[in-house]
Nanobody, 128 residues
């Protein structure tokens, strides 16, 4: 069964950048739609971004548009979330997950309840 593992989090100051990675193992990444989520303490897991295979127009939450960029390298079985101009409100545990391209695409709506394969997440802390 495919598994997703996130990495790249850390503690940074407002305005800094981080790049998160999501490595898929046990399956080919190009068979999966990849979505990024985040969960802050006491809050529900929320969608950040979603990217289909070969997708020139990924989906972004309004709160990160213009600052975050999602990408994927199917040959490396890795998806990325480039996060620029980070704000304290971006502080959360970030998760990636996926659904097969045969049953889902980002246009169906990006909701955590649709996804079942979760890694451990990677902590992002933005503070001065």
């Amino acid at each position: 069964q495919v598994r997703f593992a996130e990495s790249g989090g850390g503690s940074v100051q407002p305005g800094d950048s981080l790049r998160l990675s999501c490595v898929a193992s046990g399956g080919a990444l190009d068979s999966w739609v990849i979505a990024w989520f985040r969960q802050a303490p006491g809050k529900e897991r929320e969608a950040v971004s979603c990217i289909n295979t070969g997708d020139p127009n990924p989906v972004y939450a309004d709160s990160v548009k213009g600052r975050f960029t999602v990408s994927r390298d199917n040959a490396e079985n890795t998806a990325y979330l480039q996060m620029n101009s980070l704000k304290p409100e971006d502080t959360a545990v970030y998760y990636c997950s996926g659904l097969p391209t045969t049953v889902y695409w980002c246009g169906d709506g990006v909701h955590a309840s649709k996804f079942a394969l979760w890694g451990q997440g990677t902590q992002v802390t933005v503070s001065s």
